[in-house]
């Protein structure tokens, strides 16, 4: 099985960016479309985006679309969720999941997921 694991959190002030990588500690990720989502305390698993691995077609949550941006190196076996302008609100737990992407997709679809990256937005 897929085994994801996430990197780059930490904390940034709000308008920081911060970058999040997702690598397998096995296997490659050439056949796989990746999803990001997020928990913060108290909520729901949020679907941030996901992109396709044959075609590299993304799909964005309204919440972040502008702000955020996925993109995949299948050679460097990493995708990247690049996180601009973050606001307190963005702050929770970030994971990387495998599983279906034609639309953004919900949790219960992933088929692997990462342990999570917490990333804090505050001042």
């Known amino acids: 099985q897929l085994q994801l694991v996430e990197s780059g959190g930490g904390s940034v002030q709000p308008g920081g960016s911060l970058r999040l990588s997702c690598t397998p500690s096995?296997?490659?990720?050439?056949?796989?479309?990746i999803s990001w989502f997020r928990q913060a305390p108290g909520k729901e698993r949020e679907s941030l985006s996901c992109?396709?691995?044959?075609?590299?077609?993304?799909f964005y949550a309204d919440s972040v679309k502008g702000r955020f941006t996925i993109s995949r190196d299948n050679g460097k076996r990493t995708v990247w969720l690049q996180m601009d302008s973050l606001q307190p609100d963005d702050t929770a737990v970030y994971f990387c999941?495998?599983?279906?992407?034609?639309?953004?997709?919900?949790?219960?679809?992933?088929?692997?997921w990462g342990r999570g990256t917490q990333v804090t937005v505050s001042s």
């Open positions: 992109i396709q691995d044959g075609t590299g077609v993304t």
């Open positions: 999941a495998a599983g279906p992407c034609i639309a953004l997709p919900q949790a219960s679809q992933m088929n692997s």
């Open positions: 096995r296997y490659r990720l050439d056949y796989y479309a």
